[in-house]
């Protein structure tokens, strides 16, 4: 992985392709020493005091890619980081090809193994004291590699119940949201691969996940309204 | 908009007219609104203040303020518009979110109006009632609505018939925070002079310093840990236009991003303040920047109904109105703690 702090001179935005622009981030499309990557910078806010933002660029860029190795390390399946300018922003990853899980469901493939998949993924993430905090059916690429986390931009280091239950809940609103039909099934199968890596403490989590269901104001619920819709 | 559309059969005539009540924190605020042939309005307003001399609101002070100028604030509101009691079509008023106390003395007056004039209650809620003027005055019909004052701080947007909370302060509100620290660092009381709160004045000439942690999780703000750290950097001996600076661009910059995240998120373009912070001069300025480069468009609620207000109150109550929602007035309870997005707004896009 290369680690640079500047990257004067270098007018690197040229020719990549915009995927995306979310609330604080871009993400591009290019390549990097010949593989195909992921471009993602978080740009400047006019609005912020130029020091505040430059701090808080550097800080969240440096945390999302300090997750992205734990979360590696820790066995779970996460686009590769090729490089990291925490000054500019920008975080350089592995392109990972395949379609989002909610797109291969909705085609009608058989997605009952990767629903387990999914559970033992996220299971994987939270062993490793970390939650994801966007854990929704867009956020998940079925890759030839296996199915892949992406988009870490709300995650955060986390052991705690409610946090743990606050993933599952968003992916269960998700999957309600975009494939009612199937959601039950979906949701057992997601818990059966979730506990295989969590053991008993999975119990917890889908019992707090339940009740956030039911509080109906939490910040989970809240979020709920627009789950199923994509970001950044 | 419905321009055209036919007030409800709880209307006397062609036009619909609706007198608000408001008394759910430090001012006893009464309006009328009425539906013309061009849609909703709002006439004149009558409003008094409490102004505590030293310290916070005591609600039981205030109360006792606003029994004594009830009666007056309602008989200015009417002889403002030249409109007589009798041609009121309903009573509306703020059951909540607010002060129990406070909100008790305006359930009561307007309990004792609509059962005298034998004319149908309206019940309002305070948080829906800014974001509603908000709409109106400022013609963005389908806006994230950021909604700051002394008691409340939320970012929210219509989906799917109700406001939903997009994300809120965790513990203390904005105004709250401006006015604390003013207080405790000898500011204020007053908080507010010429139209300018104290800690802007103090931001002037001040430039960020280290120490005060900004804090967004994931769709909320924090504002406790800023007040903490703030005093804290006083009391280590920090230049106080300083720290004034560095606390204001912390609190102003989260509400801002939390805002930006809700219009990339619902992919809405346009961007509305309300509350009683709304009249900020750099909060204005932060959210004019943040929805230009979210390729949005931004305005503020005008100056006179930034502050708690009557008018707000009558305008929700006459669109709750022309929706057929009414209470009896023996089942009219206050909530000190309801919800915003427990309200459904059945007129959305609609009547309004």
Request: hydrophobic residues 45%; glycine residues 10%.
């Amino acid at each position: 992985m290369v680690w640079q702090t500047t990257l004067s001179g270098l007018d690197w935005r040229n020719g990549l392709r915009l995927i995306k622009r979310g609330a604080e981030s871009e993400i591009r499309e290019g390549t990097f020493m010949g593989l195909r990557a992921i471009y993602k910078v978080r740009v400047p806010k006019e609005y912020m005091n130029q020091a505040l933002d430059r701090a808080l660029r550097t800080q969240r860029t440096l945390k999302e890619a300090k997750i992205l190795d734990m979360a590696a390390k820790a066995g779970v399946r996460v686009p590769r980081l090729y490089a990291l300018f925490p000054s500019a922003g920008l975080i350089v990853m592995e392109y990972v090809e395949g379609p989002t899980l909610k797109d291969l469901i909705s085609s009608g493939d058989n997605w009952r193994p990767l629903a387990v998949e999914a559970g033992r993924q996220l299971g994987l993430l939270h062993r490793a004291g970390i939650v994801h905090g966007d854990s929704t059916t867009s956020n998940m690429v079925v890759s030839p590699r296996g199915l892949t986390l992406i988009d870490f931009g709300l995650a955060e280091f986390s052991t705690s119940v409610e946090d743990r239950a606050v993933d599952m809940h968003l992916l269960r609103r998700a999957v309600l949201s975009t494939h009612p039909s199937l959601a039950s099934e979906f949701i057992d199968l997601f818990v059966k691969g979730y506990a295989s890596v969590m053991g008993d403490a999975h119990r917890d989590v889908v019992a707090r996940a339940n009740e956030i269901e039911l509080r109906g104001r939490y910040v989970s619920a809240r979020r709920s309204v627009w789950a199923g819709e994509e970001r950044s | 908009m419905a321009t055209a559309a036919t007030p409800s059969s709880l209307c006397q005539g062609s036009e619909c007219l609706v007198l608000g009540i408001e008394s759910t924190a430090h001012t006893f605020g009464v309006g009328i609104a009425r539906w013309g042939s061009k849609g909703p309005e709002l006439l004149r307003d009558s409003r008094r203040s409490y102004v505590p001399k030293s310290g916070g609101i005591l609600p039981r002070e205030v109360s006792q303020f606003f029994s004594q100028v009830a009666a007056k604030v309602i008989e200015e509101a009417l002889s403002l518009n030249s409109i007589s009691a009798r041609e009121l079509d309903a009573i509306a008023v703020a059951l909540g979110p607010g002060m129990g106390p406070q909100l008790r003395i305006g359930a009561t007056v307007a309990r004792a109006l609509a059962a005298s004039l034998n004319k149908p209650l309206v019940p309002v809620n305070h948080a829906l009632a800014h974001i509603e003027v908000a709409r109106l005055t400022t013609n963005l019909r389908d806006p994230v609505v950021l909604y700051v004052s002394g008691g409340n701080t939320m970012v929210t947007t219509y989906v799917d018939g109700r406001y939903r909370v997009f994300g809120e302060t965790l513990d203390m509100a904005l105004g709250n925070l401006l006015d604390t620290f003013a207080r405790e660092a000898h500011l204020g009381p007053p908080y507010v002079i010429n139209g300018v709160h104290v800690v802007d004045k103090c931001a002037e000439g001040g430039q960020m310093i280290e120490g005060i942690p900004y804090v967004v999780k994931g769709q909320d703000v924090s504002f406790s840990g800023i007040l903490t750290a703030a005093l804290r950097l006083l009391r280590r001996g920090a230049r106080l236009n300083d720290v004034c600076y560095t606390l204001r661009e912390i609190a102003f910059s989260a509400v801002t991003e939390v805002t930006e995240r809700c219009m990339a998120h619902t992919g809405k373009k346009q961007v509305v303040l309300t509350g009683g912070v709304a009249a900020n001069d750099l909060l204005n300025r932060k959210l004019d920047m943040m929805a230009r480069s979210q390729g949005g468009v931004y305005a503020p609620v005008p100056k006179w109904y930034s502050g708690d207000n009557g008018a707000m109150i009558a305008l929700t109550g006459l669109l709750a109105l022309m929706s057929n929602i009414t209470v009896e007035p023996e089942r009219a309870y206050i909530n000190q703690m309801w919800r915003l997005d427990e309200v459904d707004v059945p007129w959305y896009g609609k009547l309004l």
